[in-house]
C-alpha cells in the first residue's frame, strides 16, 4: 500500500531477537514478583511454595548447588536451605523463567536474597551459563569470597566438581539393575509422594531422578 512504512518497527524488537540469539532473557522480560509460603525444601536449590491456591516449584536461579549424590556438600545446602526457609516462611519470589521441567526459577527473597546467599556461604556455584537473569557481577564476586576463605564446596581444592559436570557424568553412566541401596528398584508410580521419592533419592536410588535434577519423580504431587 503506498505510504505504509515498515522500517520504522524493526528497531525495537532488534534487542529482543539479539537476546533470543544470544540466549540472555534478562529480568526485562520477567513476570511480577509475588509473595508465597514455603511448603518444603527439595534440595539445595529447590523448593515448594504456596502462593493463593497454587503450589508452585522452585528452582533458584542463577546459582547450581551440589547433587544430592555430591555428599556431604548436597544435604549440607539442602539442611541450610531448610533452615533459611522453614515450612510456613513468607518470601517473596522474584520469576525469571519457567525451565523445561515447569519449574519457575526465580531469586527467592526472606530476610536477604537467599539465591545469592548460598553463594556466599559456599554452599551453591554460580550458574554461568544462566547468570544474564540476575545480576551476575554480585554472584560471581559473593562466589570469589567463599572461594577464598574455603567455606563449603571450596574445602576440596579447586572447589568440588560443579553440579553441572557431575550431572552430566551420571547421565552418561549406566545403572545395572539390582545395584540399589536395598536391592530393590522402586517405581515412581508407586512411590506415592514426592516427599517419599525425594527421601529415597537421598538414601542413593539416583535412577528416580531421571534427569539428573536432583528432583526425584517430578510427576508426583
Known amino acids: 500500500m503506498p505510504g505504509l512504512r515498515l522500517l520504522p518497527l524493526l528497531p525495537p524488537l532488534l534487542p529482543t531477537v539479539l537476546g533470543l540469539a544470544?540466549?540472555?532473557?534478562?529480568?526485562?522480560?520477567?513476570?511480577?514478583?509475588?509473595?508465597?509460603?514455603?511448603?518444603?525444601?527439595g534440595d539445595g536449590?529447590?523448593?515448594?511454595v504456596r502462593s493463593g491456591?497454587?503450589?508452585?516449584?522452585?528452582r533458584l536461579a542463577c546459582i547450581d548447588a551440589p547433587e544430592t549424590a555430591q555428599r556431604p556438600y548436597g544435604q549440607q545446602a539442602r539442611q541450610v536451605l531448610q533452615l533459611r526457609l522453614p515450612v510456613g516462611r513468607p518470601v517473596t519470589i522474584q520469576p525469571q523463567?519457567?525451565?523445561?521441567?515447569?519449574?519457575?526459577?526465580a531469586e527467592v527473597i526472606s530476610d536477604t536474597n537467599i539465591n545469592l546467599a548460598l553463594v556466599e556461604d559456599g554452599l551453591a556455584f554460580?550458574?554461568?551459563?544462566?547468570?544474564?537473569?540476575c545480576d551476575g557481577a554480585?554472584?560471581?564476586e559473593a562466589e570469589e569470597r567463599a572461594r577464598r576463605q574455603r567455606l563449603g564446596v571450596w574445602r576440596?581444592?579447586?572447589?568440588?566438581?560443579?553440579?553441572?559436570?557431575f550431572r552430566r557424568g551420571r547421565r552418561s553412566a549406566?545403572?545395572?539393575?539390582?545395584t540399589t541401596p536395598d536391592g530393590r528398584r522402586h517405581l515412581c508410580s508407586q512411590i506415592g509422594s514426592r516427599a517419599k521419592a525425594q527421601e529415597l533419592l537421598r538414601l542413593g536410588h539416583s535412577y528416580l531422578d531421571s534427569d539428573g535434577d536432583g528432583e526425584a519423580c517430578e510427576s508426583l504431587p
Do not use: E, K, M, N
Not at 22 to 41: C, D, M, N
Not at 97 to 105: E, L, P, W, Y
Not at 156 to 161: D, K, R, W
Not at 174 to 178: A, H, L, T, V, Y
Open 138 to 140: 554480585a554472584y560471581l
Open 156 to 165: 576440596v581444592p579447586g572447589g568440588l566438581t560443579r553440579p553441572w559436570d
Open 97 to 105: 523463567s519457567t525451565d523445561r521441567f515447569g519449574r519457575t526459577v
Open 174 to 178: 549406566r545403572i545395572p539393575d539390582g
Open 126 to 133: 554460580a550458574y554461568r551459563r544462566y547468570l544474564a537473569a
Open 22 to 41: 544470544l540466549g540472555l532473557a534478562g529480568p526485562a522480560w520477567a513476570a511480577p514478583a509475588f509473595r508465597a509460603t514455603v511448603l518444603s525444601v
Open 45 to 48: 536449590d529447590t523448593l515448594r
Open 53 to 58: 491456591q497454587q503450589r508452585i516449584t522452585i
